[in-house]
């Protein structure tokens, strides 16, 4: 099972002008796919757009936008409410920082947020109606291990990671048995131009170990959505660790709703009738 079968053919990226969004747009014309390709800056998106164009004969087109501004947002939203065509969203935008708080720009983490959070919500409910009423569709939301690890790296650029974890398993909690594919890919270090952006150089300067091409991370992320991982996390050699992690999460669920508080804080009981 490699699609949705009736959900439309063109799938729009967000941070397609390099890394792992101008993989995912390769990886998905040779799928068949037409493409809407969204970044800010137009020279490298072009250059993505050509060359895959060229590669695949599918139909790809580019939207310059700042997702962190409000207007070039909704123009975005816009599109994915009326382009009937458009049946898949990779919310792949996103970028970090490596510094601790008292070291970071309040700004700057706010600008974090605006990508990393609110425009992906804000894509999300524009696409995820539309592709219902079309048929079904698949959203792919790019996380980060970071969602595991908050210890990591920068601790806003962790949590908005969470965030878009905890997103996306709400999604296919709420989404998931309605024809809608979805999806959350938390990459490793991967080689791109990342670390350049988050203030660590390059991702040369990491043990080459832990670092993997942008090219594998999203053959693998494509190979957990074709077999149905609404969770895949590409650089984890056990897969039953996060198997057991989340079985565990969901079997704590229903003990964290008491009208009690535990023993533990040693608060008065209420006598016993
Ligand atoms: N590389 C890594 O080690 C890891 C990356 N990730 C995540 O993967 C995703 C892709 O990052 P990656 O490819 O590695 O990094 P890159 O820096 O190579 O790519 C980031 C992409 O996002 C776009 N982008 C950034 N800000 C905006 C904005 N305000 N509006 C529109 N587009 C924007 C950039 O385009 P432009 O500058 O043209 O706008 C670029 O296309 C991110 O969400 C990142 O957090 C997760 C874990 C690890
Ligand atoms: N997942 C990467 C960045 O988000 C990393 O932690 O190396």
């Known amino acids: 099972m490699s699609h949705v079968s009736?959900?439309?053919?063109?799938a729009l990226i967000t941070g397609a002008s390099g890394g792992i969004g101008s993989v995912y747009a390769d990886r998905l014309a040779r799928r068949g796919y037409d493409l809407v390709l969204v970044a800010r800056q137009e020279a490298p998106l072009r250059a993505v757009a050509d060359r895959v164009a060229a590669a695949s004969?599918?139909?790809v087109t580019i939207v310059v936008a700042d997702l962190g501004d409000a207007s070039d947002l909704h123009r975005v939203e816009a599109l994915l409410r009326d382009a009937p065509r458009i049946g898949m969203l990779v919310n792949n935008a996103g970028f970090g920082g490596v510094t601790s708080l008292a070291k970071s720009d309040v700004d700057r983490m706010e600008a974090m947020i605006a990508v990393n959070v609110t425009a992906l919500t804000r894509l999300t409910y524009a696409a995820a109606p539309a592709f219902l009423a079309r048929g079904g569709g698949t959203i792919v939301n790019i996380a980060s291990i970071a969602a595991l690890a908050p210890e990591l790296l920068?601790?806003?650029y962790g949590a908005t990671k969470a965030y878009v974890?905890?997103?996306t398993q709400s999604l296919q909690h709420?989404?998931?048995n309605q024809g809608l594919r979805i999806?959350?890919?938390?990459?490793?270090?991967t080689a791109t131009a990342f670390w350049g952006t988050a203030g660590l150089g390059d991702s040369s300067d990491l043990p080459s170990a832990i670092v993997m091409t942008a090219e594998n991370l999203v053959d693998a992320a494509l190979a957990g959505l074709d077999s149905g991982e609404v969770v895949t996390i590409p650089p984890l050699q056990d897969g039953t660790e996060w198997?057991?992690?989340?079985?565990?999460?969901?079997a704590m669920a229903p003990h964290l709703g008491h009208a009690q508080p535990a023993p533990r804080y040693s608060l008065p009981?209420?006598?016993?009738?």
Do not use: K, S, W
Not at 6 to 10: H, L
Not at 183 to 189: D, E, R, T, Y
């Open 6 to 10: 009736n959900a439309p053919r063109t």
């Open 57 to 59: 004969g599918r139909n």
């Open 154 to 156: 920068n601790g806003v």
């Open 165 to 167: 974890l905890a997103f």
């Open 174 to 176: 709420e989404l998931g």
């Open 183 to 189: 999806q959350a890919v938390l990459p490793g270090a």
């Open 243 to 250: 198997t057991r992690y989340e079985a565990q999460r969901v």
């Open 269 to 273: 009981r209420p006598e016993a009738a």
